[in-house]
């Protein structure tokens, strides 16, 4: 068990899309595979090929997540491109049970929805150190087309002005060299006390 006391809350992940959530997360499960867990969300999309079915995600039907959903087993759900998507409480309880650390990687009006329920996370909010960066972060992913890289950023500048407002977040890192983010990163997930977090740069550019 760990000493700090922030460790058994879930922690909340969010931040624009390409300021490398991803890659954070995913590092930290790698350099410690029994403290953390991640919460499979539910999907009414169809699964890819090579997708299991409570692993990437719950896949469910549109009237089964609805119900889901009516029963207020969700924390938070939203719709993107035709398809529902949601955290639900069961997911949640599903890592800590396993005396991991529950990490949630949210979007910013999944936040907003956070912020009603009795989840009690810590929010970490992960900053782009430049709004040129974060484009050239998405460009390099290489999963995405210019319109879709034109959308995300419009999106990214909504969830920013969403983290400027007082009390939204307990930390913000800027991600700008992955190794320093990293281990500011790290600390937050251990649920060290006293992390300083960064200051959110005016992402004007
Ligand atoms: N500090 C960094 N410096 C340079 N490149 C980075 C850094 N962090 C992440 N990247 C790169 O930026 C790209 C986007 O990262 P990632 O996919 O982790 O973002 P994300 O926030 O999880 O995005 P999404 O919300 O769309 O899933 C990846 O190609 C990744 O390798």
Do not use: W
């Amino acid at each position: 068990m760990s000493p700090f006391p922030d460790f058994v809350r879930p922690l909340v992940v969010s931040g624009p899309s390409g300021v490398g959530k991803g890659t954070l997360i995913k590092r930290l499960f790698a350099e410690f595979p029994e403290k953390f867990g991640f919460s499979v969300s539910h999907t009414t999309r169809a699964p890819r090929t090579g997708e299991i079915n409570g692993k990437e995600y719950h896949f469910v039907s549109t009237p089964n997540f609805r119900s889901l959903l009516q029963e207020g087993g969700f924390i938070e759900h939203a719709e993107f491109s035709g398809n529902l998507y949601g955290t639900s409480k069961q997911a949640v309880r599903d890592v800590t049970q396993t005396g991991r650390r529950c990490i949630l990687d949210i979007e910013a009006q999944g936040i907003r929805q956070v912020k009603t329920t009795d989840l009690n996370p810590v929010y970490l909010f992960i900053s782009p150190p430049s709004m040129t960066i974060l484009r050239e972060r998405l460009r390099g992913r290489g999963t995405d087309t210019d319109a879709e890289i034109q959308k995300r950023l419009a999106m990214s500048l909504k969830e920013i002005e969403y983290a400027k407002e007082a009390g939204v977040h307990d930390t913000v890192i800027i991600n700008d060299d992955l190794d320093k983010a990293y281990q500011v990163f790290k600390k937050v997930a251990l649920g060290e006390e006293q992390v300083v977090g960064d200051t959110l740069p005016a992402l004007d550019d």
